[in-house]
């Protein structure tokens, strides 16, 4: 009994490596574009604050002004 135990637990273990190393390279890869992806993000945060102060900070001048009706 404890010899079938063993056996497959060896099975599982052994196939669960197969695939590991298998994967590998797709695990590898999803990671650096999830990685990527929330670095974009960040980066599109921070890009979308720091116009918005730049702008208005400048004077507008009076022929840019809209014009009163």
Do not use: F, T
């Not at 190393?21 to 695990?27: N, Q, T």
């Not at 921070?46 to 009076?62: I, Y």
Request: without cysteine; aromatic residues 6%; glycine residues 2%.
């Amino acid at each position: 009994m404890l010899q079938a135990i063993l056996v497959w637990s060896g099975a599982v273990l052994a196939i669960v490596v197969l695939l590991l190393m298998a994967l590998g390279p797709v695990i590898v890869e999803a990671d650096s574009w999830w990685y990527e992806r929330k670095h974009n993000r960040k980066l599109a945060k921070k890009a979308a604050k720091a116009p918005a102060a730049a702008v208005a900070a400048r004077p507008v001048h009076k022929s840019a002004a809209p014009h009163a009706a």
